[in-house]
């Protein structure tokens, strides 16, 4: 098996002059359950090499084992920092493709040609497509074959509107990601703040939030081993 994952090259959270990037858990515990159960995993994002970490996603209470796992290993850290360009691959030779969150997503994968192409061809070749907390977001542009939204009718979660007004950054994102899965047509749901929650509607995946992020790959998984 073989997996893409699509990291964010965004490092500014609007004009806050703070940094973002992508969730360090939101990388980390979804490569380990891919890794682990013996799938290669390749790294790509809009601009190669090393993208951005969201500075805060590495503080000591947001960091888990698996994040400090992450840290420690030095082929994990040589794949992240060589990610390919976004723009030069296809959903050819893989298997599925995973998008992690952290707030940077909103502002490059969000409005990139080339990943909402990706998307839509991965669909296309009946393949699936799992993204998490903010992530989904990067599906505000992708259409389905018939021209309509792509998540228009589906089942989908991502970072909630109570969430982002936890974080204090409702008016510092470009859009709010549970009003863009609606307005598109998308059949939203979600549980308490923090929870891990995931949605399973066909090929897509979604989850809400960092917490969810593991859980969503091992959904994932799931849907091979059924076969």
């Known amino acids: 098996m073989k997996i893409l994952m699509v990291l964010t ?11 973002t990037g992508f969730w360090l858990e939101e990388l980390a515990a979804p490569y380990y359950v891919f890794k682990d159960a013996g799938a290669e995993i390749v790294l790509a994002s809009p601009r190669g090499g090393r993208p951005p970490l969201d500075p805060k996603s590495n503080e000591p209470g947001f ?7 992450f840290e ?3 082929e994990a850290n040589a794949v992240l920092s060589n990610t390919v360009r976004l723009d030069g691959v ?12 952290g707030h940077g997503p909103l502002w490059d994968l969000a409005e990139d040609p080339a ?7 991965t669909f296309k070749a009946g393949k699936p497509v ?14 389905a074959p018939d021209g309509k939204p792509l998540v228009e009718g589906k089942a989908v979660t991502g970072f909630t509107n109570t ?6 950054l409702t008016q510092v994102v470009p859009f709010l990601v549970e ?4 307005r598109n047509g998308g059949a939203f749901s979600k549980a308490g703040d923090w929870e891990p929650y995931v949605v399973a509607d066909g090929l897509l995946i979604t989850g809400q939030n960092p917490a969810s992020s593991g859980p969503a790959a091992e959904r994932l998984l799931a849907l091979f081993r059924k076969g």
């Open 9 to 19: 090259s965004h490092d500014q959270l609007g004009d806050t002059g703070r940094k």
């Open 63 to 69: 960091q888990t084992d698996l994040t400090r796992r």
């Open 72 to 74: 420690a290993d030095s």
């Open 90 to 101: 296809t959903h050819e030779g893989f298997d599925a493709v995973f998008y992690p969150g």
């Open 115 to 121: 990943s909402v192409r990706l998307i839509q061809n």
């Open 130 to 143: 799992t993204l998490v907390c903010h992530a989904p977001g990067v599906l505000r542009h992708v259409k």
């Open 163 to 168: 969430e982002e007004e936890a974080v204090g």
């Open 179 to 182: 009003d863009a899965l609606k």
